[in-house]
């Protein structure tokens, strides 16, 4: 997992009518401090960035 795969959490709660949340990765886990363990996910539908536990996250399109 590296900065530019898109993600999705597949263990994600979904409502009804909506749509699976997609994100970018856009810090990796190296560039925090202390924690290897997350990774900066920027989601299609938010305007903020939020650390999420790696083993939460599956990469569908990794970049290039």
Request: cysteine-free; overall charge negative.
């Amino acid at each position: 997992m590296k900065v530019g795969d898109l993600v999705h959490m597949p263990g994600e709660t979904i409502v009804e009518g909506e749509l699976p949340s997609v994100g970018i990765i856009v810090v990796d886990a190296g560039r925090l401090p202390g924690d290897n363990t997350r990774v900066g996910v920027w989601w299609t539908d938010s305007d903020r960035i939020d650390y999420e536990p790696k083993d939460w996250l599956e990469v569908i399109s990794e970049s290039r």
